[in-house]
């Protein structure tokens, strides 16, 4: 079975600090994203990678960056942490093969940014 | 680009009631559809899904059809259990291309009561 794992549940910042979310997949997954998901919006997509160091930003980078330096970690980055950005954080995962659209996804981690 | 489009809740049912949860696409071509299940406090899970026409894709009793005729893929379900109870995501490809990213929508909520 797949499994993404998140290094946080629950997180609590402070307006302006740096935020570091970890995501690891252990299926030697070739794709990575990053999801955030608020109430009425659904998800959407932050960024994602595609390969080690490669990084693709999605609907709503701003604000975010990531780090992709071996294939099985994916961080996202909150440089300096704002109260709009306390939301749920999704990381998933999928091959590039035959089911290559199918993702697997984190528990989530939930951030509230005081 | 793909979108797509779900009935917003919630759906309240009670047990043993039939279910249905709308959900309509636009695509190029003919994109692999997906149903994600996202229980309280946990990540998405794959439900189901289907990768060509007339698919049928089934799981834990719900059954979704892909219908290219209508451009729907409507979860259905015979009989709601209490444990049924989480927000059901319809999502597809964002494009064609291989590991690219899931267009969700919104989200809808069941809640089922006994």
């Known amino acids: 079975d797949v499994k993404v794992t998140q290094s946080s549940r629950y997180l609590v910042k402070r307006t302006g600090e740096k935020v570091f979310l970890e995501c690891v997949q252990d299926m030697d997954h070739e794709n990575m994203f990053w999801y955030r998901q608020d109430p009425g919006l659904g998800l959407r997509l932050i960024y994602f990678?595609?390969?080690?160091?490669?990084?693709e930003k999605g609907d709503i980078p701003e604000g975010y960056s990531v780090s992709r330096e071996k294939k099985e970690r994916f961080s996202l980055i909150l440089e300096s942490a704002s109260t709009n950005q306390t939301s749920m954080y999704l990381c998933?995962?999928?091959?590039?093969?035959?089911?290559?659209?199918?993702?697997?996804f984190g528990p989530g981690t939930r951030l509230l940014v005081l | 680009g793909n979108s797509v489009t779900q009935m917003e809740g919630p759906v309240t049912l009670s047990e043993e009631a039939f279910l249905t949860i709308n959900c309509t696409y636009t695509a190029t071509g003919y994109p692999s559809l997906f149903w994600y299940v996202q229980y309280p406090g946990e990540g998405l899970q794959l439900l189901l899904k289907?990768?060509?026409?007339?698919d049928k894709g089934s799981n834990k009793g719900f059954e979704a059809t892909y219908r290219k005729e209508t451009t729907s893929f409507h979860l259905e379900k015979g009989s709601v259990q209490v444990s049924d109870s989480a927000v059901y995501f319809c999502a597809l490809p964002k494009s064609g291309q291989a590991g690219t990213a899931l267009i969700f929508g919104k989200g809808t909520t069941l809640s089922v009561s006994s």
């Open positions: 990678s595609y390969d080690v160091k490669m990084k």
């Open positions: 289907a990768t060509k026409a007339d």
């Open positions: 998933a995962s999928s091959s590039t093969g035959g089911a290559s659209e199918t993702q697997y």
